[in-house]
């Protein structure tokens, strides 16, 4: 998105996303349950809904790729579409993210689109999560996470990608980066957000015990911004996005490419390896069979 200055905030996409999306419904509108006008119309996708205020120039973002919002090609695809979306219509200055899932904001990787897979599917599933943290974190709109359910690797990382997060106040609410738990490692631009947001003490600690934090804990590391409870999330998270539009556009944009380029550019600069290492790790036999046996710990787990 270009800012007044001239600076392009976002990347653009590497990827072709719209070759994923034949045959599903992104980019149809539909009126809102008891809504009029332009401003009330929805848009969106099979997994992304977009609830957009014209009049206030904020859009509600919702992940619905039940059962957990699991970060599947197709969510992450459909996440940075509709993100294009939006950044590209003038009406819109904020995003307020958030699940349509009960109890869960986002299970984060798809462990399904990385286990027995061949290695060119999980480059190309690892090249769209670094565009889409690349769209989030760079982008010129606000950002605010309604984080409505548990929000564990994944997940974290894209609450971590927007300027605020407000946590409903539920124990089994946590959220952390957990990958060593499933003996993986998060990579380094997923250790930097976190260092970004919470200190290098806390994220040494953190990542290593792959500690996930329940409510109070995660706002007392400052993972979250506020914790409220259940019903007052959406409402909060309209009040944060108030406070954050009363700053000048073009000041608040600028200070936040200041604070988080280098950041970014460290990924934009090793992209491929990055997407290499990725694929050589995950295909490993042994890590192979950890997501296995993880995968299969979660499916047993139920009922
Ligand atoms: C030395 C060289 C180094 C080089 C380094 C290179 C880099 C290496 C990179 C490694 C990758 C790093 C990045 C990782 C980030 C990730 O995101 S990994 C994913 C981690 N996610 C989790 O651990 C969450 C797991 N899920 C849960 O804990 C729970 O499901 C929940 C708390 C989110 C929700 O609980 P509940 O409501 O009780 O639902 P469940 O019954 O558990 O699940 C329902 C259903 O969903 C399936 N599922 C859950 N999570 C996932 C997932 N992440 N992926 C796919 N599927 C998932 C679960 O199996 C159930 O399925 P069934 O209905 O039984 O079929």
Not at 157 to 179: F, M
């Amino acid at each position: 998105m270009a800012l007044a200055s001239g600076v392009r905030f976002a990347p653009r996409a590497l990827l072709r996303p719209w070759a994923l999306l034949r045959g599903t419904t992104l980019g149809r509108t539909e009126p809102a349950a008891g809504g009029g006008g332009d401003g009330a119309r929805r848009f969106g996708s099979q997994r992304v809904l977009v609830e957009p205020d014209a009049a206030s120039g904020v859009a509600v973002m919702k992940l619905r790729n039940p059962p957990v919002n699991a970060l599947s090609l197709e969510l992450l695809t459909e996440l940075v579409i509709s993100l294009e979306k939006l950044e590209n219509d003038k009406t819109f200055r904020g995003i307020i993210l958030t699940s349509d899932c009960p109890r869960v904001f986002c299970a984060g990787l798809d462990l399904t689109e990385i286990c027995g897979r061949n290695p060119a599917h999980c480059a190309e599933y690892w090249k769209a999560m670094q565009e889409l943290w690349l769209r989030m974190y760079l982008s010129s709109l606000v950002l605010v996470a309604a984080i409505n359910g548990a929000c564990p690797a994944g997940g974290c990382i894209i609450a971590l990608s927007c300027d605020c997060r407000v946590l409903a106040d539920n124990p089994k609410y946590r959220i952390g980066l957990n990958e060593t738990l499933l003996g993986i490692i998060a990579p380094f631009w997923l250790k930097d957000t976190y260092v970004n947001t919470i200190g290098h003490r806390a994220s040494e600690q953190a990542l290593q015990l792959g500690s996930l934090f329940p409510p109070a804990e995660a706002l007392q590391v400052g993972l979250v911004d506020q914790v409220v409870p259940e019903d007052q999330v959406q409402s909060t998270a309209l009040s944060e996005m108030a406070r954050w539009l009363a700053v000048p556009d073009h000041a608040r944009q600028l200070t936040k490419n200041m604070m988080r380029k280098a950041t970014a550019d460290r990924l934009l600069r090793q992209r491929d390896a990055d997407t290499q290492n990725f694929v050589s790790f995950v295909c490993r036999d042994s890590i192979q069979k950890s997501l296995q046996a993880y995968l299969e710990k979660l499916r047993q787990r139920k009922g």
